[in-house]
């Protein structure tokens, strides 16, 4: 016979966490997370507000730069009434206004 490992002595398994301690955990773990982040937060705008100053940024600087205050939209130059479709001279000129300008002999840009 060749010789086999010895044996464990049984032991009992552990009793699986029972339902109602496992969202108690899961409780505490969330409102550790919550902490954590708040203080976290707070650090990031604590260091926003220094380098902010130290920089001299106007809150018109930062608004503008996280897209909250949008330049406005230029008011149009031309106007087709026949599709109602505009054009602020931005960009290339669109088909219909260079019809337009062919037609009424407007100046070319």
């Keep these: ?5 010895p044996a464990r002595p049984a032991s009992a398994p552990e009793p699986l966490p029972g339902l109602k301690q496992l969202r108690t ?3 505490q773990v969330n409102d550790r997370l919550a902490d954590a982040r708040a203080r976290e937060a707070a650090a990031a705008l604590a260091r926003f507000r220094e380098e902010v100053a130290l920089l001299g940024i ?3 600087e930062v608004r503008r730069a996280l897209g909250y ?6 008011p149009a130059k031309y106007y087709d009434p026949v599709t109602g479709c505009k054009w602020s001279c931005k960009g290339k000129r669109p088909r219909w206004c260079v019809r337009r300008a062919a037609a009424t002999g407007m100046v070319a840009e």
């Design 1 to 5: 016979m060749s010789a086999s490992k």
């Design 25 to 27: 955990e899961l409780g």
């Design 58 to 60: 106007t809150e018109q």
């Design 69 to 74: 205050d949008r330049p406005r939209r230029l």
